[in-house]
């Protein structure tokens, strides 16, 4: 279908699927299986100015927006969305430094991030804080001008790989995530290391890493925004990257629709193609018509976000809900269309299935993202919308 | 360091069709690409012009359309492109292009190392580029593999030959003809890509050239393409079927019938 796209985004679009296609498909599997992050990729990435598409302008990026992003995140995901992943893990890891952060702040990190010289990576998340943020206990103590950061981050994308950390920890214990506030912290900072690197059932190119502070001294300009802004900070950041999840998941579907519909003219039982089976033919209408449903939503609330809509929690949570859904359904008939083969290594499928699952989970489970919907359904009924 | 790459456009090869009445390429709707070779002396021009903070610059003959050719070396990082197009240039062979191409290159004046594709896809001679070094008269390696040194004064490179690879030393001025072996070429940038479409591409004609005026396209060609012509397909084999001893009597026969044996 024709989206309308501008040329500028066709051109990222373009190069986005040249990359996933000239680069990424002929390592795929062995980056899934040795689980092993992609660094070269990252690199010829970075060359290709992907990592400016969602930096301002003055600080060396192109100054895209959302539905640069999420065109680029698909067309890489619909490759490899463990490559993709550590992509859109940059742009969020910088969102909370775009959105919050001090001129100073933007002029010293986000150039980097630009050039691609410096990956991001984005911490909120703690053994016994997951859906529920308000769990953290990771503190800031402030100290002779320095903050000092105690505490483990879990599950961190980019973990070790990035250079540059926005990470949420308690200013303030005693007032709970009211008292939470987000800070810059460089990889190399004294105490600052990475504990246990994750073995992951899909996007295994991808880092998953522990962040472990002890008495790790930041200066005090590294605070973004204000102390107890933290929540805010971390939830605007995730309005702002959903539709990257929605992305990722478009991109795997239709990567998996695309192997399912090729495979299906191929095989040949009972003399002939299973694309002329009605059930086949009607799992791949289905995968079509959902994955067109769920680029649909989220390509408008991407342009609605980019036309400078405020409040965007509601629709920003709907892309990441409905597109993960529709990734894990279209993942799975994939593999029944591909039958046993579909099932084994040797085809791309089973990794895309495995793939299509961590959608429905990280950034907010899908049950969270169906909280957010209704509560903001329900506030907008009170205030009479 | 000033570094020149000639580069060609020729139609994409998976869809080249021969039209059977005329004999001729159909080049309608055929898109068109840089020829794969040029890439690989595009992306040579670039790392060695990125090392030595030089500039390099994109040159071809061809029609109007060739533009698409110049813009997408730029965006991959060429510095300048020129476009050297006239309908007086067409039906040009091999050394009718070279003896254009040299007379641009003069007019540029000032290079340290030409480069060009070993060959193209579409003409395949491999003879423009040693024909256009004897123009110039500047030293030439062909089939390069690796540059092994390279300053202001002299270049060292590896020829792949059948058998194993020469060892070359020559002063610069010279040109390359490079081998895909050579390198891996990059894929361009957006911030390229967006420069490339803003660039402002140059174009010569046969009067901004000092060249002597017959000495250009078909009227300058010493070769005369006198048939193109597809060859026949190849009939579809038989397969034999039935008693060995039958089919081995069958396939002597049809040896024979065939002048085979
Ligand atoms: C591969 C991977 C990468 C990640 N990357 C990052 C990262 O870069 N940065 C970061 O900060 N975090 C990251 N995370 C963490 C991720 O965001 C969390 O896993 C996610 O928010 C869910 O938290 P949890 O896993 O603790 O699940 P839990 O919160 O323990 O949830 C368990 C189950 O309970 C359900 N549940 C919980 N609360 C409710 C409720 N109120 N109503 C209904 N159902 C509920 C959930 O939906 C889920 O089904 C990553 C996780 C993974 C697996
Ligand atoms: C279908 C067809 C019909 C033709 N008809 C005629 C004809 O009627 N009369 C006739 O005389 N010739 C004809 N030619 C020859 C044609 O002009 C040659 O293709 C051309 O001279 C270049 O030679 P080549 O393609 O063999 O290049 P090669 O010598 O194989 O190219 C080597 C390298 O030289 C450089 N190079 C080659 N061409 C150019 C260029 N135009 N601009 C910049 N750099 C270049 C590139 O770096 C290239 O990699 C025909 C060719 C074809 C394919």
């Known amino acids: ?274 694309s002329s089976f009605q059930a086949v033919q009607h799992m791949l209408a ?100 | 360091m000033e570094i020149i790459v000639c580069i060609k456009q020729v139609p994409e090869t998976g869809n080249i069709k021969i039209n059977p009445q005329t004999n001729t390429l159909i080049r309608e709707g055929v898109p068109s690409i840089i020829n794969p070779m040029d890439m690989y002396a595009i992306e040579e021009g670039l790392r060695i012009k990125e090392k030595s903070s030089g500039r390099m610059t994109v040159i071809t003959m061809g029609p109007p359309q060739a533009d698409a050719a110049l813009r997408e070396s730029i965006s991959l990082g060429a510095d300048d492109a020129i476009l050297i197009s006239d309908k007086r240039f067409s039906g040009a062979d091999t050394w009718a292009t070279a003896y254009t191409l040299a007379q641009a290159i003069k007019k540029i004046g000032h290079y340290d190392l030409i480069l060009c594709g070993k060959q193209a896809i579409d003409g395949d001679t491999a003879q423009v580029g040693p024909e256009l070094a004897e123009m110039l008269g500047i030293p030439i390696a062909t089939y390069v593999r690796k540059i092994e040194e390279i300053d202001n004064e002299h270049i060292r490179v590896h020829r792949m030959m059948e058998d194993g690879y020469d060892v070359i030393d020559t002063p610069m001025p010279a040109l390359l003809t490079v081998v895909k072996e050579i390198n891996i070429p990059r894929l361009p940038s957006l911030k390229g890509k967006m420069k490339a479409r803003k660039a402002e591409i140059t174009v010569w004609t046969a009067d901004d050239l000092n060249g002597e005026p017959s000495f250009y396209g078909l009227q300058g060609s010493p070769t005369w393409v006198v048939k193109i012509f597809s060859p026949d397909p190849r009939p579809s084999g038989r397969i034999l079927t039935g008693k060995t001893s039958e089919m081995v009597a069958e396939l002597v026969k049809g040896l024979k019938e065939t002048k085979i044996i």
């Open chain 1, 1 to 274: 279908m024709d989206y309308f796209l501008t040329e500028d985004q066709l051109m990222i679009k373009d190069l986005a699927k040249r990359i996933a296609e000239e680069r990424i498909k002929p390592v795929r599997a062995e980056l899934d299986e040795k689980e092993e992050f992609p660094k070269e990729i990252i690199q010829e990435m970075a060359k290709s100015d992907m990592f400016g598409i969602f930096i301002p302008e003055e600080f060396g990026g192109l100054g895209g927006r959302c539905l640069d992003l999420v065109l680029a995140v698909e067309e890489l995901s619909r490759i490899c969305s463990g490559v993709a992943i550590s992509f859109a893990a940059t742009a969020l890891g910088s969102f909370p430094i775009i959105l919050f952060g001090s001129q100073k702040q933007k002029e010293k990190y986000l150039p980097y991030v630009a050039s691609g010289k410096s990956l991001c990576a984005f911490a909120l998340t703690e053994p016994d804080a997951g859906s529920d943020a308000s769990g953290i206990k990771t503190t800031a103590r402030m100290e002779g001008g320095e903050y000092i950061l105690n505490g483990t981050k879990q599950w961190i994308t980019n973990g070790a790989e990035a250079d540059i950390y926005t990470v949420i920890a308690l200013t303030n214990p005693s007032k709970g995530i009211r008292g939470a506030s987000a800070f810059i912290v460089e990889k190399g900072t004294p105490g600052f290391v990475f504990g246990k690197k994750e073995k992951k059932m899909g996007i295994r190119a991808s880092s998953t890493r522990e962040l472990v502070f002890s008495n790790c001294r930041i200066p005090a300009e590294n605070l973004i925004s204000k102390e107890g802004m933290g929540f805010m900070v971390a939830m605007k950041t995730l309005d702002q990257s959903r539709p990257g999840i929605g992305a990722q998941a478009i991109g795997i579907a239709q990567g998996a629709m695309e192997e399912a519909l090729e495979y299906s003219h191929q095989r040949v039982q009972f003399g002939q193609p299973i």
């Open chain 1, 286 to 385: 289905d995968m079509a018509t959902q994955i067109e449903a769920a680029r649909a939503l989220v390509y408008s609330v991407a342009r609605y976000m980019d036309s400078g809509a405020k409040e965007i929690s509601k629709e920003s949570a709907m892309t990441k809900l409905f597109a993960s859904d529709v990734a894990m359904q279209v993942t799975i008939n994939a593999v029944q269309i591909l039958g046993g083969y579909g099932y084994m290594r040797d085809y791309p499928v089973e990794k895309m299935m495995r793939d299509a699952k961590i959608t429905q989970i990280y950034e907010g489970t899908n049950q969270i993202q169906r909280n957010v919907i209704a509560l903001q359904m329900l506030k907008e009924r009170a205030k009479g919308r």
